[in-house]
């Protein structure tokens, strides 16, 4: 904990050594975060996922603030990383999977509205994957049983005997013809013709 004017605009900073890793905070972010302030704790929950996931790890990463540079893809940048950190790190998901609303979340955990609204998009992601899995699974399901109503194609067998191995096992294969037994494919007629 330092004096806030010792970070300028800094709310805290996560530095590492060889032998240990630093975490400094302003004063006055401490003492917010001792009283349950939402955005005070995210920024320790922050700090802490730098300190846990990025030492000496040379991701991209401001040294003058949270900012992420847009050529960075999100899931590369520290920063990005260190907010999923605190979020996942202050929120339980079983509780958080009842709420309806970011704002919910950030109540309900003391956290910032923008650590819940992180939080509450990949919540509702994944909320989404799961029911369209769920369509799908029930579409391919119906479609299954649809399809067992109907008698499957039998395979129909050219006449001539495949090139390669002789065995009379050729069939047509959209344009091209191909053997059961040894799988050759070919663009002639077994025969040798083109047509």
């Given at each position: 904990m330092l004096?806030?004017?010792?970070?300028?605009?800094?709310?805290a900073l996560t530095s590492h050594t060889e032998e240990l890793?630093?975490?400094a905070f302003r004063r006055s972010v401490h003492h917010a975060a001792v009283l349950?302030?939402?955005?005070?704790?995210?920024?320790?929950?922050?700090e802490l996922g730098h300190a846990v996931m990025h030492n000496r790890s040379g991701m991209p990463r401001r040294a003058g603030g949270n900012d992420t540079y847009r050529w960075v893809r999100p899931y590369e940048s520290a920063e990005h990383q260190a907010k999923v950190f605190a979020?996942?790190?202050l929120i339980d998901d079983d509780i958080a999977s009842t709420l309806d609303s970011a704002e919910e979340i950030a109540i309900q955990f003391g956290v910032s509205l923008k650590c819940a609204e992180i939080y509450y998009k990949e919540l509702v992601?994944?909320?989404d994957r799961s029911r369209a899995a769920e369509k799908i699974r029930k579409l391919a399901a119906s479609f299954g049983a649809e399809v067992k109503q109907f008698p499957a194609p039998s395979l129909r067998f050219l006449d001539s005997p495949?090139?390669?191995?002789?065995?009379?096992?050729?069939?047509?294969?959209?344009?091209?013809y191909m053997c059961q037994s040894c799988d050759t494919v070919s663009d002639?007629?077994?025969d040798g013709d083109s047509d």
């Open positions: 004096p806030d004017i010792e970070l300028g605009t800094a709310d890793i630093v975490i349950g302030e939402g955005r005070a704790r995210n920024t320790v929950a922050h979020a996942a790190f992601e994944r909320r495949c090139p390669k191995c002789g065995e009379r096992k050729v069939f047509p294969v959209g344009s091209k002639t007629y077994p």
